[in-house]
């Protein structure tokens, strides 16, 4: 098991590459209860679903940080937030917030229920990630030059953002998920 050094995103936590070598397991070693891939794809879904929550939260705190800092940080003898091209952005990623919360907020009322299906936290993960880390960027923008330093959150949750794109199915996956349940036919491979 080699660890993974250098990386740009997801820097606190450690990925290793590992090398498997003529392992072979017993039945001991099956999951309980599962039966072929549908166990281990049952742990995507409860991941997957996690993260169109988690997703929102990066988004938020990146908000919160933009929204105190263009209330404090003067130019032109007025802060930035009376300024409207940053009240645009305040308020373009506010908006998306609330419509990715409220998302994760069904799929988990759907959950309850048991009503949820793999295409719908598809569409939560893809659209709830891709609304953060577009919604990070923005409020980095806002924080300017200060936005670049780790004094600040928003960068950071872009970075960890690129991560959470690829890994529990990439965009491209979970668009080929949708694009299967909406017309019909797959297109993986
Ligand atoms: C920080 C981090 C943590 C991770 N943690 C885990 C973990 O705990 N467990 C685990 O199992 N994995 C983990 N992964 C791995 C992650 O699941 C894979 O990186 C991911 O599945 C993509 O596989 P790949 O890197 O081999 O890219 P590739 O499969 O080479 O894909 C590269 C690009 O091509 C696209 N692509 C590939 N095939 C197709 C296709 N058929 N049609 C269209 N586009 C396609 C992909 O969407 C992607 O954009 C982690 C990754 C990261 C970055």
Redesign the pocket.
């Known amino acids: 098991m080699t660890p993974i050094d250098a990386?740009l995103?997801?820097r606190a936590?450690i990925?290793c590459d590992v090398v498997f070598d003529a392992v072979r397991l017993g039945p001991e070693a099956l999951l309980p209860g599962a039966m072929g891939l549908r166990g281990p794809f049952s742990c995507l879904n409860e991941a997957r679903y996690g993260i169109a929550w988690g997703a929102m939260g990066a988004a938020r705190d990146s908000y919160e940080a933009a929204l105190e800092y263009a209330g404090s940080r003067m130019q032109f003898g007025k802060p930035l937030a009376s300024y409207q091209l940053t009240q645009e952005k305040l308020v373009n990623m506010v908006l998306e917030i609330q419509k990715g919360t409220l998302l994760a907020l069904h799929l988990g009322r759907l959950k309850d229920a048991g009503k949820l299906h793999p295409e719908q936290i598809s569409a939560g993960k893809l659209n709830n990630v891709r609304e953060a880390i577009k919604i990070a960027r923005e409020a980095r923008t806002i924080l300017g030059g200060n936005g670049i330093t780790l004094d600040y959150p928003p960068m950071r949750h872009a970075n960890n953002l690129e991560?959470v794109r690829?890994?529990?199915?990439?965009?491209?996956?979970h668009m080929?998920i949708l694009g299967q349940h909406i017309t019909g036919v797959p297109?993986?491979?």
């Open positions: 990386k995103s997801m936590s990925q991560s690829t890994y529990e199915g990439t965009d491209e996956v080929l297109a993986f491979r």
